[in-house]
């Protein structure tokens, strides 16, 4: 879920623009997780209008979903460190 809260910190989207920046989500998974965190109050769903087409969907944070920025530029932070750096050699075992 946290992928969409840090697709939705660069603004609001639409469940298709959505879909894309999330990547990997299926279109049903996406529903449940978006009606989830809507939820939490950490979205809101907007439908606009399309004038004779289906109505569109339009997501964006709300207060309490802006102040996780923090919290996932520390996990980026910590990823940066932890997961970028290479892996530590592995002892080797011992013969028996």
Known sequence: ???IVRALLNGEKGFNELARAVGGCNSATLTQR???LETLSLINKRTEDSHGKLARS???LTPAGLELQSVIDAIDGWAKTHLDAPAPALPQPSPC
């Open 1 to 3: 879920m946290l992928h």
């Open 34 to 36: 978006l009606e989830q």
């Open 58 to 60: 339009v997501y964006s």
